[in-house]
């Protein structure tokens, strides 16, 4: 019965996702056996830091110091490319790089399956890991994200069968796509034309086609080029440039979530709004506040500054509620007040055209300024 019941269980978890949730219950369970598995380790690096030699630690201290000096006249030199690399890009009219966003992550598990390259992290869903989140090391891109449980993750890494990525040639851009082949130390670029300029020595970086990997991070670097006369695809062996047995702590990359096109038209309303300031300084104001737009739209057709002053001259208050606003309307007489609640432009007109042979003088006057 204990048979027949875990080859069921083994069938469902296989084919459904019904036990995606126990599985991922199950792995607050396990994240404590991995801290028991990992407990002697801790122990010894503990102890042995503690019982480092003078010497050493002095030695040590000097090499990190060395190679401090080296990354930062390194980092002097990327911070000039860097500017010019945004100088070159407000030329050509393009949006800027958006930095990823990292977080730091332990290796904390392997997959004992040998035919499977998967490793687990102590990092999950409750931190925000997302599925297809690319992870790498301080050498290379390593893998992506494929299972999530709320306090861990499994990474499935580029030298698993199952898995491939789209790179580039550095030295000249060429593009391939280089797939696992289940050995850690090898991946394979599939279907590179016998002729490609390719050679031994040339750096693969991932080049973000498909948009699930950055663009940019190293991935491997070519091992052997072979090419064969009776073959049209040349045999091409690459090393990854990420140390995938020996690397404990990894980084999770936070890319940009918007789709191109969505990058594309916030790109495009930033470049108008700063082609706005520059033309015009004083009109990104009303422009941007949304009540200045409506208030000053409606009063240009009417023009409220010029009509009523004639009309309170000429000792006609006829005129002053066909032509000025609501708020003027009370202050007026209550006698015509009345009749222009209905109809503002037919009665003020007709009365004083006989009577008054001041009131047609003046109400010409306020059509001439209107001309004008």
């Known amino acids: 019965m204990l048979v027949v019941l875990s080859v069921a269980v083994m069938v469902v978890d296989a084919r459904f996702t019904l036990l995606k949730p126990v599985r991922s219950q199950m792995s607050l369970v396990l994240m404590q056996s991995y801290w028991i598995a990992d407990l002697p380790e801790r122990l010894y690096q503990g102890v042995a830091s503690q ?145 490609a300029d390719i050679k031994e020595g040339d750096l693969l970086v991932s080049s973000g086609l498909g948009q699930r990997f950055p663009a940019g991070y190293p991935v491997a670097t070519v091992k052997e080029v072979i090419h064969d006369s009776g073959q049209p695809f040349a045999i091409v062996r690459a090393v990854p440039t990420a140390a995938l047995n020996r690397s404990r702590y990894l980084l999770l990359v936070f890319s940009d979530g918007r789709s191109p096109e969505e990058r594309a038209a916030d790109a495009a309303q930033q470049q108008e709004s700063l082609d706005r300031q520059a033309a015009d300084p004083a009109a990104v104001p009303s422009a941007t506040v949304p009540g200045a737009a409506p208030t000053a739209t409606p009063n240009k057709p009417v023009v409220p500054a010029t009509v009523p002053k004639p009309a309170a001259t000429g000792h006609s208050a006829s005129p002053t509620p066909a032509a000025t606003t609501p708020a003027a309307a009370p202050a007026s007489a209550a006698t015509p007040a009345k009749p222009a609640a209905s109809k503002p432009a037919a009665k003020p007109a007709a009365k004083p055209a006989a009577p008054k042979p001041a009131t047609p003088a003046a109400t010409p006057a306020a059509p001439r300024e209107r001309e004008e």
């Open 51 to 195: 019982f480092g030699s003078r010497t050493e630690l002095a030695a040590e201290n000097e090499k990190l110091k060395t190679e401090n000096l080296l990354l930062q006249g390194r980092l002097q030199k990327l911070a000039a490319l860097t500017e010019q690399n945004v100088r070159l890009r407000e030329l050509l009219n393009s949006s800027a790089l958006v930095n990823e966003k990292v977080e730091v992550a332990e290796l904390i598990g392997m997959d004992p399956n040998p035919f499977t390259h998967r490793i687990i992290i102590n990092k999950g869903e409750r931190d925000g890991v997302v599925l297809g989140q690319p992870v790498l090391d301080a050498r290379g891109l390593m893998g992506q994200v494929v299972e999530l449980m709320p306090y861990t993750s499994r990474v499935l890494l580029l030298t698993d069968t199952t898995h491939s990525i789209p790179v580039q040639v550095n030295r000249n851009g060429l593009r391939a796509i280089a797939s696992g082949t289940g050995n850690p130390e090898r991946l394979e670029l599939r279907h590179v034309a016998d002729t």
